[in-house]
């Protein structure tokens, strides 16, 4: 219901400043410009790290190879895209498709295009168009190289369930089985045997949901599996070395947020209460560490607090705070095993960097733009591609490489 009145106003406001000649601008998603400021200036003592330095790096802006530490500015993509999809094709490029989008002025709840990041010239090129737009897609590489995109938000301004392949050998997109269930805010793993599994989120009424489904690309269908013990939206899924998924928190952006965790086990298909957080959290994120544990970071509620899940000892460790609260944010695990922390709510620029060898954070150089629900990817040489989002001048179609 929020989007929708969103959408709304922005379409009213749009129609207003036409009629008194004025040029409209770019609208914003929800979340962005004052309201995200709001959330993100949170009265939280937070803990110190090291001065971090704005980005000013002069490397080559069509390779994106700057110096360590900094992020360079490359192509703009075609389209401004707020919570899009991202995965790495066989190739070793990274894909882009869907998010939210602006186009006339007026905010739009779907993008059907895909783009693909050549990562020797710093370009986008097109990766053809979806036949449904869709954003916050689950999305994944097939073991026999296509792409899945499943679920997310539709045009019509509620969840969907359908779902659609790529190929990149033919550069098409195709029509999947649909889902049971519609699906947003939610997460998803790849097994190791090519099964896909998406879990809960909100549904087409707006409802947190705890159902679970998984496809199977050896039938070419879509399968029921356990539920969770409670409905979870803005959570996280993690797929474990030892193959079951550990789920943490979620919750509406406004709260409660869940501080609960439990496990799947494919095997049995059922599920185990694992440790509590030490907080709830929504839209925080979670990554699997080079050893096996989860980092955990930050969330709505001006969250600065991090913490390590041990599976092998079911324990929660409270590990050095952000230097700000994080929420929307993205966490990418470079090829050296410390997490880069980038944005979120507040219009954040900064970037901080987790080190496991000392449990502490050091800041970064920052992006050249603030942005919250971005999207970033990790290059196959450990650079890492941060694009989209919003920031304070609404939804954004600029794309930075940060080199470690």
Known sequence: MFRFIVVVLVAVTALLVIACGGA?????????????AQEGSGQEKAATTKPETKSSDSGSAQSGVGSPGKFVKVDNM??????????????????????????????LNGEKSAEIFDAVAGKWV???????????????????????AAAGWGEQDVAINTVEFYDPASG???????????????????????????????DDLLKTIATVEIYDPTTNAWTVAAPMSVPRQQHTATLLNDGRVLVTGGGKSD???????????????????????SRGRTAHTATLLKDGRVLVVGGRGKAITAEVYD?????????????VPRADHSASLLPDG???????????????????????????????DARFNHAAGALSDGRIVVMGGNGTEGMLASTEVYTP
């Open 311 to 323: 599976p092998a000892a079911n324990t929660w460790t409270l590990t050095g705070n952000t230097a």
């Open 172 to 202: 098409t997109w195709t029509v999947g089985p649909a889902m049971n269930a519609a699906h947003d805010e939610m997460p998803s793993v790849l097994f190791p045997d090519g099964r896909f599994m998406v879990l809960g989120g909100t």
């Open 24 to 36: 409209s601008s770019p609208a914003a998603a929800p979340g962005s410009g004052q309201e995200s």
């Open 126 to 148: 097109p990766g053809g168009e979806m036949n449904q737009p869709r954003a916050s897609a689950a999305v994944a590489l097939l073991p026999d190289g296509r792409i899945i």
């Open 78 to 107: 075609k389209a401004r895209r707020e919570s899009p999809s991202t995965v790495i094709l066989p190739d070793g490029r990274l894909m882009v498709l869907g998010g939210r989008t602006v186009a006339g002025g007026f905010w």
């Open 255 to 277: 709260g409660p947020f869940i501080k609960t965790t439990e496990i799947y086990d494919p095997a049995t298909n059922t599920w185990t209460a694992a440790a509590d957080m």
């Open 338 to 368: 410390r997490v880069v922390v980038a944005g979120g709510i507040g219009n954040r620029d900064t970037v901080e960097i987790w080190d496991p060898a000392t449990g502490t954070w050091t800041a970064t150089g920052s992006m050249s």
